[in-house]
């Protein structure tokens, strides 16, 4: 059994003071406010439960501070990316997931979700383990101590009524069916969830998708939905249906759903997703690097779509960033403030996010849950006079500012610095291996 002490702690009830709290079996046991230290290790500053990242491509991480030359387009963006893609192999994605989700767990992050589509060898050739590069991101992840959701993608299609490219080639199992077998061969385990994605309704062709959403019927179910204007267009051309409505029809929408982006819908698209109680998954970081747009938040929260949060491809992984980043942009489309609290979005990115992860008892601080802690300075240059409060988290504290990372009752994170691997090394040798 180990305990931990907080000087300050985020529970159900609100933010509480001088908080002891014993772990065992990598779970809260007993919860204590005002107590003593005793013996626990401390954890100074504001502590909250662990982040869900629930959105990721790992090898984008590659990309951060190479698609920034000259002005560029996400054409010029995309074509960079393949380039990556193409020179990946199960050795080299195992070390640079290894540090990307590194990098996360130093920014509190202690589950992610990853979507998963670089499957095969170049050419779309198999390995001898048809599911070698995903079992490479599961290893990679469980080094690390990060939990992790492999969202096993089905891509079929280069677009709608578009061939593979050379690079698409590895992404494809040839059709969902085929896809779907492969899939079946992966299990889940206590830190491990299995879950199903279609790539997009580009990349999936409408008879398929319901085969997609049926391969799985328990596990999360993930999509990216109408990321760009283009994609909507595409869509409405070829089936005369927005997105979300053909995916509406597929049975595709429902509370074990979460639709990335959600960017560009029609007031019918939001009442799909609120009614369906499909969360919603913003990539605020991304979808502004990509210029892809701002999604209608508060629309599909008052519609019944909860929120929750990815940071994608990674330009920036910094859950505080994506949280404040909802509020803010909603300002801008808005004109107007006070459209999310420190709360709601502290929400989106713990309980909500975990839960559609298929992490049900993680993300809150109580008895029985799994016992994930992220300590947030108060004192440092971006939070000191900040009161340290919530609205200090969520609007003023970033990445940085973390100091101690606990997951599964482990204390992985420590003054900054993760106590297994130098991420910073191991970011600088892995993307090497695969940019030079």
Not at 186 to 207: E, Y
Request: with cysteine; glycine share 10%.
């Amino acid at each position: 059994m180990t305990s931990y002490w907080c000087s300050s702690a985020l529970l159900p009830t609100g933010v509480a003071e001088r908080v002891h709290l014993t772990v065992a079996d990598g779970r809260f046991l007993g919860v204590e406010v005002d107590a003593d230290p005793g013996d626990a290790v401390r954890l100074n500053g504001l502590v909250v439960p662990g982040l869900a990242n629930c959105h990721s491509h790992a090898f984008h991480r590659a990309l951060r501070g190479r698609t920034q030359t000259e002005r560029g387009t996400f054409w010029t963006w995309r074509e960079q990316m393949y380039a990556v893609a193409s020179m990946l192999t199960p050795e080299s994605y195992y070390q640079l997931a290894r540090a990307v989700y590194g990098e996360m767990l130093l920014a509190g992050i202690t589950a992610v979700g990853e979507f998963h589509y670089l499957h095969h060898a170049p050419g779309g050739r198999r390995y001898d383990d048809p599911n070698a590069m995903g079992t490479a991101l599961i290893a990679a992840a469980r080094d690390v101590g990060i939990r992790i959701t492999l969202l096993d993608t089905c891509y079929v299609a280069g677009g709608i009524d578009q061939p593979l490219n050379s690079v698409q080639e590895r992404f494809s199992d040839g059709d969902a069916a085929a896809w779907a077998s492969r899939v079946s061969l992966l299990s889940s385990a206590d830190d491990v969830v299995i879950g199903a994605a279609a790539h997009s309704v580009r990349g999936v062709p409408q008879d398929q998708l319901g085969a997609v959403a049926a391969a799985l019927p328990d596990a999360p179910l993930h999509i990216h939905l109408s990321e760009q204007v283009g994609e909507n267009a595409a869509c409405l051309d070829a089936y005369g249906r927005t997105p979300a409505q053909l995916l509406d029809e597929a049975g595709f929408l429902s509370g074990r759903t979460s639709a990335v982006h959600a960017t560009h819908l029609t007031s019918r698209d939001i009442g799909l997703l609120g009614t369906s109680a499909t969360y919603s998954c913003f990539c605020p970081t991304t979808e502004r690097d990509l210029a892809d747009g701002i999604g209608p938040s508060v629309a599909l929260r008052e519609a019944g779509s909860p929120l929750t949060l990815g940071s994608d491809s990674h330009a920036v992984i910094d859950l505080f960033e994506e949280m404040r980043a909802v509020e803010l942009d909603e300002r801008l489309a808005s004109q107007e403030r006070g459209h999310w609290t420190a709360v709601e979005l502290l929400r989106s990115a713990t309980v909500d996010g975990h839960r559609s992860l298929g992490f049900d008892d993680a993300g809150v601080i109580e008895v029985g849950a799994r016992a994930d802690l992220v300590a947030v300075r108060t004192d440092s240059v971006r939070t000191a006079g900040t009161g340290g409060t919530l609205e200090t988290a969520v609007f003023a504290a970033s990445a940085a500012d973390v100091t101690d990372v606990v997951a599964g009752g482990i204390h992985l994170v420590a003054d900054g610095k993760h106590l297994k691997l130098d991420v910073a090394a191991e970011l600088a040798s892995s993307i090497a291996a695969v940019t030079e």
